[in-house]
C-alpha cells in the first residue's frame, strides 16, 4: 500500500469537504491522537465544546484502520452521540477521505444483543411473564399487547432490528417480549433463524469494518466476560469519557429481588420437577420474608438470618439448573423447546450467581479490600414498594486496567476530564496511575491499591482548550449572600433569587437543580411569580420538553441531573443557567459513601477525593450548558455560597470554565437585563 498522507492533510481535506474551518484545538488534538496510536501510549484528551474532536479523533483512527487492517473502536456513552457519529461524522467523512485514503472507509455500529429483535422469539411462543406489579392492572396488559403487535409489524419491515430506528418507541417491558440477551440467544448455529438473525448481521458487519461505534456497555461487557463481543481491533477511542466507570459500574452491578427469582421458577415450569420447582418459589417467598424486615441500607456484614436464605435460594437454583437437560439435548430438533430452556437457564444463572456473590462478599474482613458493596434497597413504584439486595463493585479500576488498558491503545476524550485542575481524579478510577506521583488518596477512592510503578502503565494527558473566550462571553456569578443550603427545601431567599434572575433575563433559563422535589417546589412557585413560561423536568418527555424550550427565548427549563449533562441549546435561548447548589452525592448513597469509606480507612481524604470529585465533575458538565456555540453570551448564577466560602470552594472553581467571575448581584442582573434588550448580537461581552 503506497504511503497515505499525514493525518494534518487528511484533517484539513475532512474540514474543507465538510465545510467547516481549521481549529488550533481540533489540529493538537488530532496530532496528539496519531501520536498515541503511533507509540502505543494511552491519551487522556480535554476538548471543550467546539473544538470538533469527533473529527480529532475519527480522522487518525480511520488512517490506523486503512493503514494496519485493523478495527478501531469507538465508545460513547450517549446513543445522541452514537447517531450524531454514524449518522453525520463517518458518512460524510469517509466520503472526504475516499481519495487520499485510496478505497473508501467502512463503518458500522454495534450494540448489545438485547438492542436487536429475535427472529427466533418473535416467531415462538415464548413470551415473558407479566411483571408482578402488571398481574392486575388491565392497562398495562393492554398495552403491552398493542406494542407486541406492532413490534411483530415492524419485524418484518425494519432491515436492521434495531430498536432505536423504531418510532416512536415501546415500552422496555414490551421491547423484552421481542428480544434476548445473550445468555438466552440459542446462537447462530442452532436457532432457525440463525443466518437471518439482526444481531449476527450486525456483529458480521462490525468485523469488516474499519471504525465501529459501539456503547461505554458494551464495552464494559466485552471486558468483563472474556467473551469477544467486539470485533479484534488496537484502539479503542472513549467519548464522553467522564461517564465510563458510571457506566462500567452499572454493567458490573446485580441485583437479587424476590420477585427475580419468582420469575426464575416461572421460566423453569413444565422444564423441571414439581419438587425443584416449590424449592424455587420457597427460596422466593423466603427471601421476602427476610427483606421484608430489614431495613433499607449498606450492610457491612450479613445480618442475622440472611445467610441461611442465601444458602437456600444458592442451592435451589443449582438443583434448578442441574435439572435443565443441556442445551441442544432433548431440545434437538425443536427451536421453540430449546429457546424455553435457554430463558430458563438464563434466569437461573442469574439468580445462584448473585446469590453466591452475595455469600462470599464478606469473606475479606477488611472493608477498604472487598470487591464488593452490597446494600438493600427499596423502591416504590405505584405506591407498592420493591425490596431487593444490590451488589456493585467496589472499584473498577482494576478491572479497567487489566482488560482495556492492557489489551488496546486507548485514547479517552470529553469537555470535562480534570478535577480540581488536574487529570489524575478521573485517570485513577480508571485504573492508571497518577500523573503526579502521589497516589495515596485518589489511587484508593474505589478500594483499590496504588498502582505499582513496576506496572508500566504510559499514559500522556492534553488540554487543547475551547474555542469560546470564557472570561468575555460569560460571567460566573456566586450568591456569596445567600445562607448556605438546607435540608428543608429552597429557602424563600433562594426563591426570590431566582426570581429577580429570570426576570432581568427574560425568561432564556435553564435550572439544574440537585434533586426533583427542589425543580417541582421551584417551577410550582415561581409559575406564580413569573409572566414568562417554566417548564419543569417530567411535565413531558425530556426531549420535547428541551424542544420547546429551544424554539421559545422566553421559556424557562427546571430539572434534575439528566438536564446536567444532556442539554445542547446554542442562541438567544439560553442565557442563564442556575445551580441550586453544589451537586455533593448524597450522604446515603451506598456505593459512593463505601467508596469514600475505604479511602478514610487507608488514611486519604475521602470527602474530597470522592464526594469533592463527584460534585466538581458535576459542576462542571452543569455550567458547560451555557456556552454552545462562540456567539453565546450569559450568566451561571450558583446559589451555594459554600463555593465561595467553604475550604473546598477553591478545589470546585477550578474544574470550572474560566468565567469572569463575580458575587455581586448587581452587576449580574444589569448584564442578564443587557443580554435580553440586545438578543445576544455581535460579539459584546457580556460583562462591563
Known amino acids: 500500500m503506497p504511503e497515505l498522507p499525514p493525518v494534518s492533510d487528511l484533517l484539513a481535506t475532512a474540514v474543507q469537504a465538510l465545510g467547516g474551518k481549521e481549529r488550533v484545538g481540533q489540529v493538537t488534538m488530532a496530532t496528539a491522537v496519531d501520536h498515541a496510536i503511533d507509540t502505543k501510549e494511552h491519551l487522556a484528551v480535554q476538548a471543550g465544546t467546539g473544538t470538533g474532536k469527533s ?56 450494540k448489545g444483543r438485547n438492542n436487536y429483535l429475535c427472529l427466533n422469539k418473535i ?104 467473551i469477544q463481543v467486539l470485533p479484534e481491533h488496537d484502539v479503542v477511542v472513549i467519548d464522553e469519557a467522564h461517564e465510563l466507570v458510571d457506566r462500567v459500574t452499572g454493567v458490573a452491578t446485580a441485583e437479587l429481588a424476590p420477585s427475580a427469582i419468582s420469575a426464575a421458577a416461572r421460566r423453569c415450569a413444565k422444564l423441571i420437577d414439581e419438587q425443584e420447582l416449590d424449592r424455587l418459589e420457597g427460596a422466593a417467598e423466603s427471601w421476602h420474608d427476610v ?146 506521583g502521589n497516589h495515596t488518596d485518589a489511587a484508593t477512592a474505589n478500594g483499590a491499591e496504588a498502582p505499582s510503578d513496576a506496572d508500566i502503565v504510559r499514559w500522556n494527558s492534553l488540554d487543547v482548550g475551547s474555542p469560546f473566550d470564557h472570561a468575555k462571553s460569560g460571567i460566573l456569578y456566586v450568591a456569596k449572600h445567600l445562607p448556605a443550603p438546607g435540608r428543608d427545601g429552597l429557602a424563600p431567599a433562594y426563591l426570590d433569587e431566582i426570581e429577580r434572575l429570570i426576570k432581568a433575563a427574560g425568561g432564556r433559563t435553564l435550572g439544574l437543580f440537585s434533586s426533583m422535589r427542589a425543580a417541582r417546589a421551584a417551577s410550582d412557585a415561581l409559575r406564580g411569580r413569573l409572566d414568562t413560561p417554566v417548564l419543569c423536568q417530567g411535565d413531558d418527555a425530556t426531549g420535547a420538553l428541551v424542544r420547546k424550550f429551544a424554539d421559545d427565548p422566553e421559556t424557562s427549563l427546571f430539572g434534575t441531573l439528566s438536564l446536567w449533562q444532556g442539554v445542547d441549546v446554542p442562541g438567544p435561548s439560553l442565557s442563564l443557567v442556575i445551580l441550586d447548589r453544589i451537586p455533593f452525592p448524597r450522604p446515603d448513597d451506598p456505593l459512593l459513601a463505601a467508596r469514600q469509606r475505604a479511602v478514610e480507612l487507608r488514611g486519604g481524604n475521602g470527602f474530597m477525593t470522592v464526594a469533592a470529585n463527584h460534585a466538581a465533575l458535576l459542576l462542571a458538565q452543569g455550567t458547560g450548558r451555557l456556552l454552545r456555540s462562540v456567539d453565546d453570551r450569559g450568566v451561571v448564577a450558583i446559589l451555594d455560597s459554600r463555593l465561595a466560602t467553604a475550604r473546598y470552594g477553591g478545589y470546585l472553581r477550578a474544574s470550572l470554565p474560566p468565567y469572569w467571575e463575580t458575587a455581586d448581584p448587581e452587576v449580574v442582573v444589569k448584564a442578564l437585563q443587557r443580554l435580553a434588550a440586545a438578543a445576544v448580537c455581535g460579539n459584546t461581552p457580556v460583562h462591563t
Open 55 to 110: 473529527l480529532a479523533y475519527l480522522v487518525p483512527s480511520l488512517r490506523h484502520a486503512v493503514r494496519t487492517g485493523r478495527t478501531v473502536v469507538v465508545s460513547t456513552a450517549t446513543i445522541a452521540l452514537q447517531r450524531q457519529l454514524v449518522d453525520r461524522d463517518l458518512p460524510r467523512l469517509a466520503e472526504a477521505l475516499t481519495k487520499p485514503l485510496g478505497r473508501t472507509p467502512k463503518y458500522a455500529i454495534l
Open 123 to 226: 416467531n415462538s411462543a415464548v413470551p415473558d411473564e407479566p411483571a408482578e406489579a402488571e398481574l392486575f392492572d388491565a392497562f398495562a396488559i393492554s398495552r403491552l399487547g398493542r406494542e407486541v403487535q406492532r413490534l411483530n409489524e415492524w419485524a418484518s419491515d425494519t432491515e436492521t432490528g434495531d430498536r432505536d430506528e423504531l418510532a416512536p418507541g415501546v415500552s422496555d417491558r414490551a421491547w423484552r417480549q421481542v428480544s434476548v440477551s445473550s445468555r438466552e440467544c440459542l446462537g447462530k448455529s442452532r436457532c432457525p433463524f440463525g443466518q437471518d438473525c439482526f444481531a449476527e448481521r450486525a456483529r458480521a458487519e462490525s468485523a469488516q469494518s474499519d471504525v465501529v461505534v459501539t456503547n461505554h456497555a458494551l464495552l464494559a461487557i466485552d471486558a468483563i466476560s472474556g
Open 291 to 436: 427483606l421484608d424486615d430489614l431495613p433499607a441500607a449498606r450492610w457491612d456484614k450479613l445480618p442475622d438470618g440472611v445467610a441461611p436464605v442465601l444458602a437456600l435460594i444458592r442451592d435451589a437454583a443449582w438443583n434448578a439448573r442441574t435439572a435443565l437437560a443441556p442445551h441442544g439435548t432433548t431440545a434437538q430438533g425443536d427451536p421453540e423447546n430449546a429457546a424455553a430452556r435457554n430463558l430458563a437457564v438464563a434466569a437461573i444463572d442469574e439468580v445462584h450467581d448473585s446469590a453466591v456473590r452475595a455469600l462470599t462478599a464478606f469473606d475479606e474482613p477488611d472493608p477498604a479490600s472487598r470487591r464488593d458493596v452490597i446494600w438493600l434497597a427499596a423502591d416504590e413504584m405505584r405506591g407498592v414498594v420493591r425490596r431487593s439486595l444490590r451488589m456493585a463493585p467496589l472499584s473498577v479500576g482494576g478491572l479497567l486496567r487489566g482488560r482495556l488498558f492492557g489489551t488496546a491503545t486507548v485514547v479517552l476524550t470529553s469537555a470535562t476530564l480534570q478535577i480540581g485542575g488536574s487529570f489524575d481524579g478521573l485517570a485513577i478510577t480508571w485504573g492508571l496511575p497518577a500523573q503526579s
